[in-house]
């Protein structure tokens, strides 16, 4: 559905939601597979602690900047 001329139309709150999932679910994934050599024996919620600021980060200058400008036609 097209909006009314002269009217832009609100981004897609799944398209968006899912393009965060997809560049945020790898970076996760890398990030636990880096992260899990480096600290072997530390309990899960210190890990969590290490990774979360990063993927946070990540987001907040880089992913969702980044899906906002560079992929907004597709939203």
Same mark, same amino acid.
Do not use: D, E
């Given at each position: ?6 009217? $832009? ?8 939601? /899912?393009? &965060?999932? !997809?560049?945020?679910?790898?970076? &996760? ?16 919620? !210190?890990?969590?602690?290490?990774? &979360? $600021? &990063? %993927?946070?980060?990540?987001? %907040?200058?880089?992913? #969702? $900047?980044? #899906? ?6 597709? /939203?």
């Amino acid at each position: 559905m097209n909006a009314p001329a002269g009217k $832009p139309r609100n981004p897609s709150r799944l398209r968006f939601a /899912l393009l &965060v999932f !997809l560049a945020v679910y790898p970076l &996760v994934t890398l990030g636990l597979s880096a992260l899990i050599p480096l600290t072997p024996g530390w309990p899960l919620p !210190l890990r969590t602690l290490v990774l &979360v $600021p &990063v %993927v946070v980060a990540a987001m %907040v200058w880089v992913i #969702i $900047p980044t #899906i906002q400008t560079r992929l907004r036609h597709w /939203l």
